[in-house]
Each structure stands twice: as structure tokens, then as C-alpha cells.
């Protein structure tokens, strides 16, 4: 992993390691902006970044740290310096992040869509190149009361789940209109959010200051959202979580008990 300063000092003394030198974002990252970054290469590439001194001193210094490892799991990986042991995946068009931890202030879960050139560090759960109406379902009403109902909390924040949280969240059956109609909303959402740059995350979804074309593009995607599961918008959150639980009910009925497609 690289600070931003190591960055520009790797790039300005070696410029051959541009291609190798990738964003590296975890929940602060997402949420506050700022910016980290990362040595990332790929498998068939092991030989040519082995050419660039630093990369090569680095991949020397991961190796030495995991055969000292008291882990044999992370000894293992000594073989293979040039990977992360914890996160396998890399996006070929773009990711949708969410982070694992969050305020429970902030209206809306934060989430966020980001290009292919940025790794999403093990601090985040991430969709890669997943439709992007995934990006306005997890951004909904329904599905911040769906994790404040059934996933932890660290304090009183928010502690998100892909077990928990994503892998059970029921959503009726899509069409194409549906899905359709989600992409453009969660598309009005970034919209939004990029009139307002270079408002953070945390910025723009302080419930005393959220920008109004932000909270009505949100709203929305309530709308457009709650119409598909019920055909009106919901009244309060009781009754979101019990139409919630209604088709967990039948969903894990459907699939087995306990079981979750």
C-alpha cells in the first residue's frame, strides 16, 4: 500500500510503474474522501514489474513478512508477493462500494460507484461490475431499515453485512422496465452528488445539510422503488420492515429453511 506522497515519489522516480499503481479505497476513503494507493499486479505481469527496482523491493519485503508469519496460511502466500491475500477481485468496467462501517445519522447508506482503476480494500464490501441499479437498491429507504433491522452495530454505528445484510435483502422480481427505471434514478443520484464536487460523502448526506436536488433525487428512488414492491410509497419504516420480512418469509420458504438464494 502506498500514502499519496509514496505515490508521486514512485511515479516521478519510475515512470514505468504507472500501470501498476492503482487507487486503493477503504470506508474512510469512500466516505471522506482522500486517497490511498496500491502495487497491483497481475499474475502474468509478475516479470515485468519485477524490472522496476521499488516494485521488486517490495514484493522482496511482502515475502520476508509472511514466511515470518505464525500463520500458515499467510506463509503460503510468500510465494506470491505480488498479491493481497484478503482481496482477490478487480473490476473490469467499474464497482459498486459500500463501506462496513457508517454513521447511523446519515439518511441513506453511503455507497458509492467507482472506476475500474481503484481497489476496494478489505475495510468494504464491493459488487464488481454489477448493474447499477444495484447501486438504488442499496441506497433505498427500504434497505438502511433492512440492515438497521438485522445486522450489527459497531457502537452505534452501522456495521454492514454481505451475509447479513445484501444476501437476504428481499427484492421483488425485477423486469426490465424495473430495472430500467432504478438504473436512471441511481444514475439522478450520482448526478446529484457530482454537482456538488468536491463534497465528500459525509459532506453531502449530513442530515442537517444534505443539498435538496440530492434528497429529492433520493426521494425519488424511494418512490420509483417502494411502487415496485407495494404499488404506492410505504408510510413509515414499521411498515417497510414488515413487507420485508413478508417476502423473507416466502423467500426462505421457497428456498429451503434457513436457506437463502
Known amino acids: 500500500m502506498l500514502e499519496a506522497h509514496e505515490a508521486v515519489e514512485l511515479l516521478s522516480a519510475q515512470p514505468a510503474a504507472k500501470p501498476y499503481v492503482r487507487g486503493y479505497l477503504g470506508s474512510q476513503e469512500i466516505i471522506r474522501g482522500g486517497k490511498r494507493y496500491c502495487i497491483w499486479v497481475d499474475d502474468g505481469a509478475v516479470l515485468a514489474a519485477r524490472q522496476i527496482p521499488e516494485i521488486s523491493r517490495r514484493f522482496d519485503g511482502v515475502a520476508k513478512m509472511r514466511l515470518q508469519s505464525p ?3 499467510t506463509r503460503d502466500f510468500a ?7 484478503q482481496i482477490q477481485g478487480v473490476p473490469r468496467r467499474w464497482s459498486i462500494a459500500v463501506p462496513s462501517v457508517s454513521s447511523e445519522r446519515r439518511p441513506y447508506l453511503p455507497v458509492d460507484l467507482l472506476d475500474a482503476t481503484n481497489i476496494v480494500s478489505s ?3 464491493v459488487l464488481y461490475d454489477a448493474p ?3 447501486l438504488s437498491l442499496i441506497g433505498s429507504k427500504m434497505h438502511l431499515v433492512w440492515v438497521a433491522a438485522v445486522c450489527g452495530k459497531l457502537k452505534s454505528d452501522y456495521r454492514y453485512s454481505n451475509t447479513l445484510g445484501w444476501h437476504t435483502f428481499p427484492v421483488p422480481t425485477l423486469t426490465e ?6 438504473t436512471r434514478c441511481a444514475e439522478d443520484i450520482l ?8 463534497a465528500t460523502i459525509a459532506d453531502l448526506y ?10 429529492a433525487a433520493h426521494d425519488r428512488n424511494d418512490e420509483v422503488l417502494e411502487r415496485i414492491y407495494i404499488g404506492r410509497r410505504f408510510r413509515n419504516d414499521t411498515e417497510r420492515l414488515e413487507k420485508l420480512f413478508e417476502l423473507y418469509t416466502k423467500m426462505t420458504t421457497r428456498t429451503g429453511k434457513g436457506k437463502v438464494a
Open 79 to 85: 510465494s506470491f508477493p505480488h498479491r493481497f491475500k
Open 71 to 73: 500463520a500458515k496460511s
Open 123 to 125: 475495510l468494504a464490501f
Open 206 to 215: 449530513d442530515p442537517e445539510a444534505m443539498p435538496e436536488d440530492l434528497r
Open 191 to 198: 448526478l446529484a452528488r457530482e454537482a456538488h464536487f468536491p
Open 132 to 134: 447499477t441499479f444495484n
Open 177 to 182: 422496465q424495473n430495472k430500467a427505471d432504478l
